[in-house]
């Protein structure tokens, strides 16, 4: 490839979860050979952490409740502006939103999968106008071709994790110190505070272990990012019941953290009781610590875990029972932990590697549309873009 090629990378959100976190982790791995600039659709703490990393970024001026015609819109007049090589949307929500502008462009375009969801037929036709999809997991890419996209449009990438921050360590005591539990033993759940995250079935589980071992501490890591009602109300009832029963004084919410490696080294288990989980960077963080993991087998997370693990770490979804029997077992017989789940995040999670892949996947995406065009490529000129050029909502 002669010089380096001009990658803008796409994001709806300037928040920091999963998706915003995976692709931070790999973006260092990238830049010796792309030139990498971000554009936002709103402001946030991505903007930041994008500009620590010395990528720039705009950030696109919409109003309030924009339709997607105006998304694209503002989207395809910013592309004609920066004269990008390459496209790389990085939620399937902005791959939606970006991959009809980019065809329209003719500019080649990369998005990411990082979802298990049901689109409609309209999101479906706007994805697969992509040059090329990656899916976080197996099971996000076999979702996927059981909705309707060619299963030749799609590849496996896993999403990567730095080991220099997470990987194992000594205890410092501070989160003890601060909680105020001793040497209780300590479970900990990480991850947006949501419905699909299952949290009335892990405290369910809470409840069970504490039955049997009441000196354990539980800790709920992570904010509530929904608004709907539904969510609200779920969430009030769930804080409420965690402060009754065999959970009184047991349950401490700790919200958001920054300081999440440190958190998983000072805990006991890690527990995961999602309902949907395409790939959960959590466990992949968990793994790299080596601190003991049982979770739900959805989505992408036996993919996780080592396959000689499956059968005493994985329990169905909605089955706190099980999921309790599981984490019982690891903390009746807490053993010293060894150094297997970090190699194995190691050879599969690291950050290192999903960036070569990552890399590896703009070069085919770019070569493929240069070979095509006879040449490089580049985005139109703005004047032949109008706002009734793309679909409504």
Not at 138 to 156: M, N, T
Not at 292 to 311: M, R, S
Request: aromatic share 4%; proline share 6%; with cysteine.
């Amino acid at each position: 490839m002669a010089g380096r090629r001009r990658v803008q990378v796409l994001f709806e959100y300037a928040t920091l979860n999963g998706g915003e976190r995976s692709f931070l982790a790999v973006a260092p791995h990238l830049l010796n050979d792309w030139d990498l600039s971000a554009c936002l659709m709103e402001s946030g703490p991505l903007a930041q952490r994008l500009e620590n990393l010395s990528i720039p970024v705009t950030c696109l001026t919409l109003a309030p409740g924009a339709s997607l015609s105006e998304k694209r819109q503002a989207l395809a007049q910013h592309l004609c502006t920066a004269q990008p090589d390459l496209i790389h949307a990085n939620s399937l929500s902005m791959t939606r939103i970006s991959a009809p502008v980019a065809k329209d462009l003719g500019l080649p375009h990369l998005g990411h999968l990082r979802d298990i969801i049901n689109p409609s037929r309209q999101i479906l036709s706007d994805l697969a106008q992509s040059n090329r999809l990656l899916a976080v997991s197996s099971a996000v890419k076999a979702w996927c071709v059981g909705l309707g996209l060619p299963a030749d449009l799609i590849e496996v990438l896993y999403n990567g994790v730095d080991l220099t921050e997470f990987s194992p360590g000594p205890r410092n005591g501070a989160l003890r110190a601060e909680l105020g539990v001793g040497d209780a033993p300590l479970v900990v759940g990480i991850g947006q505070l949501g419905l699909r995250k299952g949290l009335d079935t892990w405290l369910s589980a809470a409840e069970r272990i504490a039955a049997v071992l009441p000196q354990t501490h539980f800790l709920l890591v992570g904010e509530q990012h929904s608004r709907k009602q539904e969510t609200i109300d779920h969430l009030a009832a769930l804080r409420r019941r965690s402060t009754e029963g065999l959970l009184a004084g047991k349950v401490h919410w700790l919200g958001r953290r920054d300081d999440i490696a440190a958190i998983l080294r000072e805990c006991d288990l890690l527990m995961h009781a999602a309902r949907q989980e395409p790939l959960g960077r959590v466990l992949l963080e968990g793994l790299a610590c080596g601190i003991p993991i049982v979770a739900t087998a959805v989505g992408g997370t036996a993919e996780i875990l080592p396959p000689e693990d499956h059968a005493t770490a994985l329990a169905p979804p909605d089955d706190p029972a099980k999921l309790a029997e599981l984490a019982t077992s690891v903390l009746r017989s807490p053993v010293a932990r060894d150094d297997r789940y970090p190699r194995w995040a190691f050879e599969r999670f690291s950050a290192v590697r999903s960036g070569l892949a990552l890399a590896d996947h703009y070069l085919a995406v770019y070569s493929g549309a240069a070979a095509r065009d006879g040449g490089s490529v580049h985005a139109s000129s703005p004047k032949a873009i109008t706002p009734t050029s793309w679909p409504c909502d």
